[in-house]
């Protein structure tokens, strides 16, 4: 996949390449299942170490934050030579002529972000510098993230093209097969604690 680099005193409104379905399964074929196969490796540590900090002793965004730690720790650990921290010390994948964030959707199924210029920029595929260098590239930008449904539970799991503010496509697990040597398993539903259930479990355990 051949990668158009501009300079820096070009139009920053450049355009990025346009992804479509059908490029993006063939281009990340084998990618995508690496990439859903680290999302649950990620829920399981997640599981494992949100129980070791109390509910009533966690900060505001402290679930969140966890979870997107794992994310990272487990991408680093299943794309070693394609991970990135760029501008903002935002996370990437750069893979087979992408770039990959990594965010949580919200009800609609975008990005759940604070609105900038950048943030804005990305979600309309405009060739802004993520990096800290003095060039735009024109690798299109894809999202991988999660949803929470009513109930709080981690679900739906998928990757997102998005362009002039709307969904264009996406990729789910139901999409893609899984070989004998990389299986993906079902879907987990993962319930946040509550405080409350928490705070009476403990109360009848020291009577």
């Known amino acids: 996949m051949i990668t158009k680099v501009l300079k820096k005193s070009e139009n920053p409104s ?13 281009d990340l074929k084998n990618e995508l299942l690496l990439i859903f196969s ?5 829920l399981k540590n997640y599981e494992r170490e949100i129980v070791q900090t109390p509910p009533e002793s966690r900060a505001r965004g402290f679930e969140a934050s ?28 750069r893979i087979n002529g992408y770039i990959i964030l990594f965010k949580k959707f919200n009800q609609k199924g975008l990005p759940m972000n604070i609105k ?3 943030v804005t920029a990305i979600s309309q595929q405009l060739s802004i510098p993520l990096f800290d ?4 590239v024109a690798e299109p930008i894809l999202f991988f993230g999660y949803s ?7 679900v739906n799991p998928k990757l997102v093209y998005i362009d002039e503010d709307q969904i264009k496509w996406e990729i789910s697990r139901d999409n893609i097969s899984a070989t004998k040597t990389l299986s993906i398993p079902k879907e987990e539903k993962v319930a946040m604690p509550k405080l409350r259930d928490e705070i009476v479990k403990k109360n009848v355990s020291n009577k």
């Open 14 to 26: 450049y355009k990025r390449r346009l992804a479509s379905l059908e490029g993006c399964q063939i």
């Open 38 to 42: 680290a999302f649950y490796g990620a």
């Open 148 to 154: 929470k449904d009513k109930f709080g539970n981690i």
């Open 66 to 93: 966890l979870l997107n730690s794992k994310m990272i720790q487990s991408i680093q650990e299943h794309f070693p030579e394609n991970w990135k921290f760029g501008k903002y010390k935002r996370f990437t994948l």
């Open 116 to 118: 900038t210029k950048s």
């Open 133 to 136: 260098d003095s060039t735009y």
